[in-house]
């Protein structure tokens, strides 16, 4: 059976339709103060249950909804909980840079786990220090990648003929995937972050005409922007932008788009204006894998 959370209904239905699984949503509301209130359905008892979190722009509601909704499913008698959250929270402070920050990930991934879930499914986790997920969870954990999907519809919509960039060094990952799907070459520029909306990037474009920046996230889009004009002042003349978790908070798109991108594509483990892609075939894929 697949329950979805608020903000998952259309992943988790496209995912049921893949498992030949029953959907079921959650009941949730917000009280005046902030609250989250959850209801399960009462059809999971005895059943295995992957329930579909949604994080995205609310991450903290998300992870409350995860809490209440994993305890509730257990108590009601669901035989087995696999936890799906396609935009993992809190991954960017994978260590301690200044002494006493917080380890993020290490203890969101702690907190998921004492709740008593058998195993997790995520996408695209924004690893770059940690060098897999099995360095963050004891339980199964499955991170599948989305850029696959992402490849194959640029490719099938907007023609053949692109180079696939990476806006720097940590997004080599991603633009390894994309273009090989698309048998496509790749470059990879030069990042300078001097802080969050301070971004500066470098890099030596030759003989380009059609590109796709490729990143795990956008977010604020100012890493993408920044790439967009250094590829226009290298003679690009079409510029896609594709992700995985589109966040596109602060006036992203604007920025973008002013910056000389035609088109932004992301997939659907985040709601957003531009999720034309689903990533629920791989999601699915390690669901079977799973419970093999």
């Known amino acids: 059976m697949v329950v979805s959370g608020s903000g998952c209904t259309r992943l988790a239905m496209e995912l049921s339709r893949h498992l030949a699984a029953t959907f079921k949503p959650l009941v949730t509301r917000e009280f005046p103060d902030g609250e989250l209130y959850v209801r399960v359905p009462q059809e999971v008892r005895g059943k295995r249950v992957a329930l579909a979190i949604c994080s995205g722009r609310r991450p903290n509601d998300a992870l409350i909804e995860a ?32 002494p006493g920050e917080a380890v ?3 203890i969101v991934a702690e907190l998921l786990e004492v709740l008593g879930i058998s195993a997790l499914v995520t996408v695209d986790m924004h690893l770059h220090r940690v060098k897999s997920i099995g360095e963050v969870f004891r339980i199964k954990a499955i991170n599948v990648s989305g850029m696959g999907e992402l490849a194959r519809y ?59 920046i490729v990143d795990d996230i956008i977010s604020t889009g ?44 992301a997939t659907d483990s985040v709601v957003n204006q531009f999720a034309r892609v689903s ?14």
């Open 67 to 98: 809490v209440l909704a994993v305890k509730t499913l257990t108590r009601v008698g669901a035989r087995e909980v696999i936890l799906i959250m396609p935009y993992f929270p809190y991954a960017r402070q994978d260590q301690e840079f200044s």
């Open 104 to 106: 993020s990930l290490s």
């Open 154 to 212: 640029v490719s099938k919509n907007y023609g053949e003929g692109f180079t696939v960039v990476a806006p720097d060094e940590e997004a080599r990952q991603w633009a390894e995937i994309f273009s090989k799907e698309i048998g496509a070459d790749y470059l990879v520029l030069e990042k300078e972050r001097k802080g969050d909306e301070d971004v500066r990037i470098r890099g030596e474009v030759s003989n380009v005409k059609k590109a796709v």
């Open 222 to 265: 100012t890493t993408v922007a920044a790439a967009a004009l250094t590829l226009r002042e290298y003679g690009v003349e079409e510029i896609i932008a594709a992700c995985t978790h589109g966040l596109f908070v602060a006036g992203a798109e604007a920025k973008i788009v002013s910056a000389g991108v035609k088109d932004i594509v």
């Open 279 to 292: 990533v629920a075939v791989p999601i699915a894929n390690a669901l079977v894998d799973i419970t093999a």
